[in-house]
Every structure is written in structure tokens, then in C-alpha cells.
């Protein structure tokens, strides 16, 4: 068969281009293609630098010119796919075959700085034209500006994909201060027309560990996007970028999560953006499920307060009920999660599938961690063979992707999963991760995996069941305050609004509250006795004793009862307290506890058992 000319040209092209790169860039030739060439990673004294980009190679014996640029067509369905799909550089080379000449362009960059700038229309027509610069001339001489390119190109089209500069990116502070300098300069001089140039200089400081400024530069973005048709793209990677300030295990910020996934996710499918709304329901789901999983625990441990203060009479099986029910919306959120996965696998969008998968492994690795206070390591196989399952297909993805970050990532939680299960395989893991980092130079997770070796050996013997937890009194596990926050819970669950200040069942539980610690009261004499005395359906429901009567007692004075511990002191201090010649303060460093209640309990004078046994005759 006789080879046609576009095929001799293409070949001379790749002789060309191989024949004039560095010997420091390792090729691999992508078969078949699919708009990509060649992968090519740097490697700088035989070492690799952590540097990697794609390359599509265009061969040609004349073309259009200008005085200053190589003009290519382009079809606009790959330009589009290299913008939106592809989260690693791509760099188009242009080989002009008669002269022998070689030029080169970073297209993402191209497409979103420059094309789109001049031609606002570009996404509609079938072809357009790129501009290659004449001064990006390729040779051995200038390589290097190829490679600082491609190097600042790894985060750049992270950005691109996200939003937000990834934390797995390395901390590159050394330089970063001069680069944030010229970009604060670029900034105040375009304000009003930079955003991204403000996201590239929130990702700056984000590498230079100054959190506060990326924040607010990337919430400067969405502002000034916010509302605006046509900058639907920027505002929703803004979105995403506000997302990565917030932990999904702060309840007040778990909340804040789900607010801005929820709008972003709006937004996006009204525009019909697969990537982001994939992105952005992964997100949601993950906050509901840490959510749900925090009130099961809650729930818990107010079963063990309501033990501990001996007063259920009906609490338990409503705190079973509520916990059956997040049960099982936890499992109908754990199945969304994993179909939202599989959806965005279908329609390609593989960045995005590799995070959300990155994700699920956490939370199966979190909730493996919570369930083994409860039941056996032998119980739970079923679920750690699916985690297993998961970190195994993560791992092939992130090679296929060529996501080293990524792989980072799970290999540190592989390690971890594998220390949860008592199995020192995890010291060799954390060895791979550490090399690994090293040679793509991830400097963060060099770090990284030294901190977890060190802390796991720390910990040591992880949980295997219920019977591998130390007992301790639950006054010892939850303090005062969380105990409060439970009940609070407890109460929304019910249906009582505690805010409403005229509903007469919410201002008895505010009360009940209130004088759970009654340390304000009995701190002024040793001689004040308290007990609680009859409480209704609030304090059935609630496990809360203290909404319902209240009773304060002094062998030396006598006894009054009310609902209210504030005015029951202030009716007993009238009659009973003033210029008492018994009034002892309790000490300057005493402080109520549960505990000190109990033993309080044991000792009561017989004069307060006399009369509380008067009380529950009558």
C-alpha cells in the first residue's frame, strides 16, 4: 500500500521532534491517541523531577503567518474536551517540516487566557484558530522554558478542573513570595477583569501556607461572578474553591459545605455541567453522611448519660427509634454516593470519578473506625473487603490518569486501613508512599508519611471490638457541655423549639437545661442539699430529670420546692439564709460534677432523707 503524504509528513514531524528534545525527556508514545501524542516526564540528572505533560504533535510543510505567530486550525469539540476533561498540561507542537522548525503552546492556558478574550464566540463555531507565538521557538537551548511551563501547568490545570489548588500539592515556599508579588501587582492594576489570575494567586498563597489570603481572594471571585451568565464557569470553580476552607466534621461547617455544594449544584445542571454536578453531589452526599454518622455517636452517648443519671422511664426506646431511623437514612445516602460514582464513571468524567472514589474510601475507613467500638473486626469483614475493593480500583485509576497526587493519597489511606486492622504491612506501605512522593516530588506527602509512621507506632494497637475498649464512667468520656449539646439534639428530634419563648413545654426543658449543673447554687454553703422531685413528659422524653420540680434543703434551715433553681434559691436565701451563723461557702477551686454528686448522694444528712421521704409519701 502506498503511504500518503499527510503520513509521511507526520512521520518526518516525529523524526524531527524526538531528534531535537532533551535527552532528560522520557517519551512514551499514547496508543491509540485520542488527541494525545505523547506522554513525556522530565528527568534532571537521571532523577525524576515530579514533571510530567501531554503532548499533541501537528506536522505540516507550510502554514498561515504573521509577523509574530503560527496560525492552526483546530477543531473545536478537542479544544473543548482539552479544556474541560483533561486535567493534566497539554501542550500543542507545531513542526514545520521544510524548515525543520519546532513550536510549542500550553492550550489550556491559550484557550482560557487568550481565545477567550479575543474570540468570545469560539465555543460556538466547529473550527478556530490558534495563535503560536513565534518566540516559543523549541530547541535544546530553551527547553527549560518548556519545562517551567509544564511545571506551573500541573497546578494551573488543577484550577482549571476545581477550582482550588489541591492539598496534596506540594508546599513550594522557597520563590513563592517574588511569584505572589507579581501577581498581587497584576491584580490591583485589573482588578475588576482578573479572575484568574486571582485564583492562580490564591493558589500561591495557599503554597506559601497563607491560608486567610487565598480565601479571600477566591471569595473575591465568586462575588464578582455571582449572577453573571457568562461567567458560569469561573463562579462554579470559585464555589469549589470556598469548599476546600471548610471540614466535613465541624458541624457548623459540615452545614456550610452542604449550603454551597447544594447552590453549586444547582447552578451546574441548570447549565447542564456534568463534571461540576457530579463534583458538587459527591460533596453534598459526603456532608450528609458525616452528619447522620454524628448524631448516631450522639445518640449513644446520651444513652450512657441517661444511665448514668438513672432516670430513663421511656428515653431508651426513643433513642432507639431515632438511631434505626439514621441508620437507615445513612444507608440511603451511602447508596447515592455510590451511584453518583458510577454516573460520572458512564459519562467519562474520570478526574472527578478518582476524587469522589478517594472520598468513599475515607468514609468507609471513618465509619469502620466508629463500628468497631461496638462490633467485632469478624462482624465488620464484609465491609473492609469492599474498602479493599476500592482502594485496589482507585489505585489503577490514578496510574491511568497519571494522578500522582492522587495515588498519594489513597496509598495514605491504604496505610491507614491497614493500621485500623493491626497489620504491620502498613509500615511497608507508608515506606512506598515516602519513596514514591520523593520521586515525583511531592514534598508534602515526604512529610506526611514520616508523621503517620511516627504517630501509628505512637498509638499502637488499634480497637478490634467492644471488649478492646476501656470502661470509664460516661461523666469521664463527655463533658458538661457536649452533654448539653445532646440533649439539645434530642429535643429538635422531638419537635421542641427550644427559640420559641412562648411555648410553655420548650420553657420547662430550658429550664431542665439550666440546672443540670447546679454549681451556681450550691457553690454558697456546704450545708445546701439539692434533689430532684417529680418531671413530666419533657424529662421522660429527653432523659433531662432536672425539667420538673426541684427541691433545696439545710439542716440548719429548712425546705423549699419549685421548677425554676434560679428562684428556688433566691425564695430560700430570703427565709432561711440571711445572717445565718452555719453559712459555710464551698471552696474557692470547687467545681460540680456528676461524680461529686454521686458521692454526695451517699452521705446525705438524715435530716434531708427524713423530709424527701415526707415528700414522696405525701
Request: charged residues 30%; contains cysteine; hydrophobic residues 35%.
Amino acid at each position: 500500500m502506498k503511504r500518503t503524504k499527510s503520513h509521511k509528513i507526520d512521520t518526518q514531524a516525529q523524526r524531527i521532534f524526538l531528534a531535537r528534545i532533551p535527552v532528560g525527556w522520557v517519551t512514551r508514545k499514547q496508543d491509540p491517541d485520542y488527541g494525545i501524542d505523547y506522554e513525556i516526564e522530565i528527568f534532571h540528572k537521571e532523577k525524576p523531577t515530579g514533571v510530567w505533560f501531554r503532548i499533541q504533535l501537528k506536522g505540516t510543510e507550510r502554514c498561515r503567518e504573521t509577523d509574530d505567530s503560527i496560525l492552526m486550525p483546530f477543531k473545536t469539540d478537542t479544544i473543548r474536551y482539552y479544556l474541560n476533561k483533561v486535567p493534566f498540561p497539554v501542550f500543542l507542537v507545531v513542526v514545520l517540516t521544510q524548515k525543520e522548525e519546532i513550536y510549542w503552546l500550553f492550550l489550556q492556558k491559550y484557550i482560557n487566557e487568550v481565545l477567550k478574550n479575543e474570540n468570545p464566540d469560539w465555543n460556538r463555531q466547529k473550527t478556530v484558530t490558534i495563535k503560536i507565538p513565534k518566540k516559543n521557538r523549541l530547541d535544546n537551548n530553551n527547553a527549560a522554558e518548556v519545562e517551567s511551563e509544564a511545571r506551573k501547568g500541573m497546578v494551573y490545570t488543577h484550577i482549571l478542573q476545581f477550582g482550588t489548588p489541591h492539598w496534596s500539592v506540594p508546599f513550594t515556599v522557597s520563590g513563592a513570595i517574588d511569584d505572589i508579588g507579581k501577581f498581587e501587582a497584576k491584580r490591583k492594576k485589573h482588578f475588576a477583569e482578573q479572575n484568574e489570575m486571582d485564583l492562580q494567586l490564591a493558589m500561591k498563597y495557599y503554597e506559601a501556607r497563607n491560608k486567610e489570603k487565598s480565601h479571600r481572594l477566591i471569595a473575591d471571585v465568586y462575588e464578582r461572578t455571582k449572577g453573571k451568565s457568562d461567567h458560569i464557569e469561573e463562579h462554579l470553580r470559585a464555589v469549589g474553591g470556598l469548599l476546600f476552607f471548610y471540614s466535613v466534621t465541624d458541624e457548623q461547617e459540615n452545614l456550610e459545605i452542604f449550603k454551597l455544594s447544594d447552590y453549586g449544584c444547582r447552578i451546574a445542571e441548570s447549565v447542564k455541567d456534568k463534571r461540576f454536578t457530579y463534583f458538587f453531589r459527591g460533596s453534598m452526599l459526603e456532608a450528609v453522611f458525616y452528619k447522620l454518622a454524628k448524631r448516631i455517636q450522639n445518640n449513644r452517648l446520651l444513652q450512657k448519660v441517661v444511665g448514668e443519671q438513672r432516670r430513663t422511664l421511656g428515653t431508651e426506646p426513643l433513642l432507639k427509634l431515632f438511631e434505626l431511623e439514621e441508620y437507615r437514612n445513612l444507608m440511603q445516602i451511602s447508596v447515592e454516593y455510590s451511584e453518583n460514582i458510577a454516573d460520572a464513571f458512564r459519562d467519562e468524567e474520570y478526574s472527578v470519578s478518582l476524587d469522589l472514589l478517594i472520598r468513599l474510601i475515607v468514609i468507609s475507613i471513618f465509619r469502620y473506625g466508629h463500628l468497631v467500638l461496638e462490633r467485632t473486626k469478624r462482624e465488620l469483614e464484609p465491609m473492609l473487603k469492599n474498602t479493599w475493593v476500592l482502594i485496589d480500583n482507585s489505585l489503577k485509576l490514578a496510574e491511568a490518569l497519571s494522578r500522582y497526587d492522587m495515588k498519594c493519597e489513597i496509598l495514605k489511606n491504604k496505610a491507614t486501613l491497614l493500621h485500623h486492622e493491626n497489620r504491620d504491612e502498613y509500615k511497608t506501605v507508608l515506606k512506598s508512599l515516602r519513596a514514591f512522593a520523593l520521586e515525583h516530588k511531592l514534598n508534602y506527602y515526604v512529610e506526611l508519611a514520616d508523621n503517620l509512621l511516627r504517630e501509628f507506632k505512637k498509638f499502637g494497637r488499634f480497637p478490634e471490638g467492644p471488649n478492646d475498649i476501656p470502661k470509664r464512667l460516661p461523666n469521664e468520656e463527655i463533658s458538661d457541655k457536649e452533654t448539653d449539646k445532646i440533649h439539645r439534639r434530642l429535643a429538635e428530634a422531638a419537635g421542641i423549639d427550644l427559640e420559641n419563648d412562648e411555648d410553655e413545654i420548650a420553657n420547662i426543658v430550658r429550664i431542665g437545661l439550666k440546672d443540670r449543673n447546679p454549681e451556681r447554687v450550691l457553690k454558697n454553703c456546704s450545708h445546701l442539699e439539692i434533689a430532684v422531685g417529680s418531671y413530666g413528659v419533657p424529662g421522660e422524653m429527653l432523659g433531662l430529670p432536672t425539667a420538673g420540680s426541684k427541691f433545696l434543703f439545710c439542716k440548719y434551715g429548712g425546705a423549699i420546692g419549685a421548677l425554676s433553681l434560679d428562684s428556688l434559691y433566691e425564695s430560700f436565701k430570703r427565709e432561711y439564709c440571711m445572717n445565718c451563723k452555719y453559712h459555710n461557702p464551698m471552696p474557692k477551686d470547687w467545681k460540680w460534677s456528676l461524680k461529686w454528686q454521686k458521692e454526695k448522694q451517699k452521705n446525705r444528712s438524715p435530716e434531708f432523707m427524713r423530709f424527701m421521704g415526707k415528700v414522696n409519701r405525701d
